[in-house]
């Protein structure tokens, strides 16, 4: 299962966050600062399979971006991989360059493809739809 999903840039501030399970506020932010400098301090040669407390994340890094989702071990580390590639691929159909002035779109692509922490869809056109029917109630 999903447990948190984290869009970090490489200053280590995080910009988007989406948890599946309750975790306290006050722990959000040293969970997140635990989980960003265990990700970034590691080369590019590395692994982007990290063992962390109770999970296991799985991250990848885009230009300036590191996308980095934490699992519990049951998960398959792999399809977590193709996922976040398939994230940033829908990501990328969807808007042109400026990602984060958007992050209630960026929201809903990512409820489109996770539900309840378990992966729903994964067809690019399958997730962009009621997005795209929202930009055209917005247009008339």
Partial sequence: MIRFLLMVNKQGQTRLSKYYEPVDIAKRASLEADVVKSCLSRKK???????????KLVYRQYVALFIVVGVDETENELAIFELVHNFVEVLDKYFSRVIMFNLDKVHIILDEMILNGHIVETNKSRVLAPLLVLDKMAES
């Fill in 45 to 55: 040669e590395e692994c982007s399979f990290v063992e962390y407390k109770d999970y």
